[in-house]
């Protein structure tokens, strides 16, 4: 259909629908979302819980005691399985629901057109015959025919499989066209990749064309990290040894030791199930979720669990400037005209400010600035120039300023909304203005041209073009300056030289310059711009460091992260932002022009040596994080346009910005900040570490217990002694200790040193030579100890074998409880009130277990069934002194392993 005939079909008009229109709409066709992906059932989703191969080791254990009349057993190893299962199934509804929630604070935004209003909504509240306006960078909201379009590309790969960008028109095509020739449709989802636009909405929901094929698209995020396969590779051997294990010792008790074949396979049952560690899989799930969920409360959201890990050896950081290290307030500082300097007062978007020369104010109450009809004669605060400059701003210009309670905010981009506040005070009004000098045609500002130009018309038919862009561009681009109401040749060296002193200040420039056009030009080209252009003056804006991000870099340089500042500023003024962020020392910025001089090799060794990096194009930032992967770094990138996409998408871990980032950086992010701050990724890479440790720490307390308990099972088995401890008792204790004691550690804060050590290896192995090595050295100390005191029982002091094993089972859950307090430092002292008393959940855990323990051997239901004894105050005084020897041991091997670290490090 032609343009027209579709607005008369959906009854709209190009200034957009009314309320009531909108209103009636909504309740007709209900929101613009897909319907939500169809998901496994709770039982379903239950029952996978059971698809590990430790668990299959368990049930066929159990099936086998069931088979040999011991139910007692059959019933608890079922108990621990199903207990296991129920945690993987409740976390990962709140793995789901963190998901949703994930998908609701990256929810889409529109632009559109109501009652002739600018306005940005959620793009669920779209409905057909809506009027959406288009920019580069922007995800199509619903399917728009599309009746206004300049220079718009859109990618449509999500449909159709073609990766180039399609060219837009607001042409008719034949009816039975294919969807990739459907040239005047945008279709929903699809990524505006250049160029602006504008469209009636024509399909929402589930009947776009994208909705047509949702249930291709649509699918539950996968939870798996290279961290759990690796988990899961470890399992699969560890059931290899244990198996045999378990044959072996079977084979030595029933031919060597003459044990009966029920015996052994009792005993090698009681082996398989004291080395499983069955409980590590929902631990390092759950510690990895609340690694998630301390992110999501700090300001980071995880769209792809692997960041989770890849962020704790994270070694460079490449950051914009914009809005990550600054306030994303941009401020007009500034403005250069050839007749003079003048500064401006006031901070971010708040219009109330106003202008300064050499020091003294220009406006006052009585004699306001706004002065059209002003003449040279009329004094010093009469500047018919500044306020030229400052209405060209306004009307080159798609940004807009509101107000929200107190605080005022920008629609559109940063520095655009900057020169509305500039306008603003200086008394322009935005809606008359638009009025007196409606604009005819644009030409979209886009990194390939660095400008943007806007033709006007008043209603006498006088024509005007204006153009505003980065002052290097605009002044090959001007012919003329403006000064004292005439226009006179370029001094293009004295405007260099200002350039350069407003950039030294760390400000941000932009060049703003005009022409004249007929009363019957109604179109604009690059041609009618590319010479000829009259210099008005340049604006100056500064966005404001945060103070926050400033002490983030800081952290960041100490934990022996590399921050790299890569902007598209001038070289100046990023040199001289950097400088005041702490990156550089301003001495070394390299341009894209550098980068682009520089070959694979020389480039590799010119990142090392640089930390600012000025006027950078998509190609220049994508092969920085190439450069500096070439050499081995794990990079995380930040961006909020449609230039960093490919860099972001390149990086170990890209981070978009949230709030005034674009769809198509929050599309190839792996890691979105809610508050685009700096500082955020900072505490991110914080938590990543913590989160590793965390898994570590777990890890290096679970397997020693397995460890401690399949020894003394095998020694008892070698030495031809009574097995010290029952399969029952042994599920109990990896039960217990599991749920309550191992658990706890997944809340373990920040250690003091974690972002003041190097980013860890992305290749380290979990199981360190440290940590195979504490983890022998804890087991030996839990055998012997437990193995030794039950022997001593039974041999010397002729303790009845259940009371004996009560005593054992005991004396093997307090050596976990004080072993706990030691694993929460790997190398630091714990004999310390933090260390002991630091974590309200290891407190909460040693509560627990104590009294589970209590029950355990006092209680008739549960000696009953595990087979145990009271213990008399004599045997707790001897277990409790015994146990304690793990903390001391533990605590001395840290002392020697940090004295030998620390003459390490002299000597080096």
């Avoid at 070959?599 to 190439?626: G, I, M, Q, Y």
């Avoid at 550690?745 to 003041?756: G, N, Q, Y």
């Avoid at 030996?780 to 005191?789: A, D």
């Amino acid at each position: 259909m032609e343009t027209g005939e579709v607005f008369t079909r959906l009854e709209s008009r190009h200034e957009g629908l009314e309320p009531d229109e909108i209103r009636d709409r909504r309740e007709k066709y209900g929101p613009n979302r897909l319907p939500p992906p169809r998901r496994l059932g709770p039982f379903k989703r239950f029952l996978l819980h059971f698809n590990n191969i430790l668990i299959y080791v368990l049930l066929a254990a159990a099936g086998v005691t069931a088979g040999l009349g011991h139910f007692a057993d059959t019933a608890v190893i079922i108990g621990v399985v199903v207990i296991n299962a129920l945690i993987g199934f409740v976390q990962e509804g709140k793995a789901e629901k963190a998901l949703d929630a994930i998908s609701g604070l990256l929810s889409q935004q529109a632009t559109v057109l109501r009652g002739g209003r600018r306005q940005v909504i959620s793009a669920e509240e779209l409905v057909p015959g809506d009027v959406v306006l288009l920019q580069s960078g922007d995800k199509v909201p619903a399917d728009l025919r599309l009746f206004r379009t300049r220079n718009l590309r859109i990618e449509e790969a999500a449909l159709t499989g073609e990766s180039l960008p399609v060219e837009k028109s607001t042409d008719p095509v034949a009816g039975e066209a294919p969807i990739g020739d459907r040239t005047g449709t945008a279709f929903s989802s699809t990524l505006v990749t250049f160029g602006q636009g504008s469209g009636v909405v024509v399909a929402t929901g589930s009947t776009t064309e994208i909705g047509r094929i949702n249930a291709m698209l649509s699918s539950v995020q996968a939870l798996t990290t290279p961290l759990l396969r690796q988990i899961d590779q470890f399992g699969r051997t560890l059931t290899f040894w244990i198996a045999g294990l378990a044959f072996l010792t079977f084979g030595f008790g029933y031919l060597v030791r003459d044990y009966s074949a029920e015996e052994m396979f009792l005993a090698a049952v009681s082996l398989a199930v004291a080395a499983i560690p069955e409980g590590l899989p929902a631990i390092i799930t759950i510690t990895l979720a609340i690694g998630v969920q301390r992110m999501a409360s700090r300001h980071a959201i995880i769209r792809r669990l692997p960041a989770v890990e890849t962020l704790g050896s994270v070694s460079v950081i490449c950051s914009d400037k914009t809005g990550t290290l600054t306030r994303n307030e941009m401020t007009a500082q500034s403005v250069a005209t050839a007749e003079a300097s003048y500064d401006i007062t006031g901070i971010g978007y708040n219009p109330h400010g106003g202008f300064l020369q050499d020091g003294a104010r220009l406006d006052s109450p009585e004699r306001p600035l706004i002065l059209q009809t002003c003449s040279n004669e009329e004094g010093p605060e009469c500047q018919p120039l500044l306020l030229e400059v400052c209405r060209a701003a306004l009307l080159c210009n798609d940004g807009n300023i509101r107000q929200h309670d107190e605080h005022w905010a920008v629609e559109g981009d940063p520095t655009e909304g900057a020169l509305v506040v500039l306008a603003l005070k200086a008394g322009y009004d935005r809606r008359l203005m638009n009025e007196e000098y409606p604009r005819t045609d644009v030409i979209p500002f886009e990194s390939e041209h660095r400008f943007m130009a806007t033709l006007h018309h008043d209603h006498a038919g006088h024509g005007f073009m204006i153009v505003k862009g980065a002052p290097e561009r605009l002044m090959e681009m001007c012919a003329y300056e403006r000064f004292a109401g005439d226009d006179r040749p370029l001094d293009t060296e004295r405007w260099h030289a200002r350039i350069e002193e407003l950039a030294s200040r760390g400000q941000r420039l932009l060049a703003i310059a005009f022409r004249t056009a007929s009363a019957e030009q109604r179109s604009l080209d690059f041609h009618d711009v590319e010479g000829g252009l009259t210099l008005l003056g340049i604006v100056g804006l500064i966005d404001p460091p945060r103070q926050e991000a400033i002490d983030a870099v800081a952290a960041c340089q100490s934990a022996g992260i590399h921050v790299k500042m890569i902007t598209g500023d001038h070289a100046l003024t990023a040199g001289a932002i950097g400088t005041e962020m702490g990156i550089g020392d301003g001495s070394r910025v390299m341009t894209g022009r550098d980068l682009d001089e520089l070959d694979e090799s020389a480039l590799r060794s010119a990142v090392l040596e640089t930390d600012v990096f000025a006027r950078a194009s998509p190609e220049n930032k994508l092969r920085l994080v190439e450069a500096y992967q070439a050499e081995g770094l794990v990079v995380a990138m930040t961006g909020d346009g449609v230039n960093d996409a490919p860099a972001l998408k390149r990086a170990d871990v890209g981070v978009a910005m949230g709030i005034n980032g674009t769809e198509v950086a929050k599309e190839a992010a792996e890691m979105v900040l809610t508050d685009d701050n700096f500082a955020s990724i900072g505490r991110a890479v914080e938590e990543g570490r913590t989160v590793y440790d965390n898994i570590k720490k777990s890890v290096m307390f679970i397997l020693p217990t397995n460890g401690g308990q399949a020894l003394m099972i095998l020694g008892a088995i070698l030495m031809g002694a009574v097995l010290p401890i029952t399969p029952l008792q042994i599920l109990w204790v990896n039960m217990i200790t599991a749920v309550t004691l191992a658990l706890s550690l997944s809340f373990e804060p920040p250690e003091s040193d974690t972002m003041r050590r190097p980013p860890r290896d992305s290749g380290e192995r979990l199981l360190t030579p440290f940590l195979l090595w504490r983890i022998a050295f804890v087991s030996l100390i839990l055998v012997s100890g437990t193995f030794g005191l039950f022997l001593w029982e039974t041999r010397i002091n002729g303790t009845p074998v259940i009371e004996a094993r009560t005593i054992a089972v005991n004396t093997l859950v307090l050596f976990e409880v004080f072993y706990l307090f030691s694993t929460r430092y790997m190398f630091d002292s714990v004999l310390n009130i933090r260390g002991l008393f630091g974590s309200r959940y290891v407190l909460i855990a040693v509560v627990l277990v104590i009294g589970l323990q209590l029950l355990f051997t006092y209680a008739p239901f549960m000696q009953a069934l595990f087979e145990t004894a009271p213990v008399g105050t004599d045997a707790w005084s001897r277990l409790v002194a015994i146990t304690f020897t793990v903390l001391l041991l533990v605590e001395s091997e840290k002392f020697v392993i940090r004295r030998w670290r620390l003459s390490s490090s002299r000597r080096t």
